[in-house]
């Protein structure tokens, strides 16, 4: 079971990125995916998640700007993140089947 992100990168405030995470060794499409992410000096949120019935989680303080979807065809889940702000700014995981990525930076700054 493998999840490797990517997509982070600096961007400005009110900016948008786009984060990928491809998944192998598993059977993605009946997998929930979930996307978290670690501030520095702080603990471990959960940001998204697309369960298995097809609903979706975000935590409040991305609720309206973050958008999670996948494309099974691809074993690709996605998190597209708009208007972001300084406080997004932490290193983003993908999780599934109880494993981890290996996390992709996202900076927010002018």
């Known amino acids: 079971v493998q999840l490797v992100e990517s997509g982070g990168g600096l961007v400005q405030p009110g900016g948008s990125l786009r984060l990928s995470c491809a998944a192998s060794?598993?059977?993605?499409?009946?997998?929930?995916m979930r996307w978290a992410r670690q501030a520095p000096g702080k603990g471990l949120e959960w940001v998204s998640s697309?369960?298995?019935?097809?609903?979706?989680y975000y935590t409040d303080s991305v609720k309206g700007r973050f958008t999670i979807s996948r494309d099974n065809a691809k074993n690709t889940v996605y998190l597209q993140m708009n208007s972001l702000k300084p406080e997004d700014t932490a290193v983003y995981y993908c999780a599934a089947q109880g494993i981890w990525g290996q996390g992709t930076q996202v900076t927010v700054s002018s």
């Open positions: 697309f369960n298995r019935d097809g609903s979706t």
């Open positions: 060794g598993f059977t993605f499409s009946s997998s929930a």
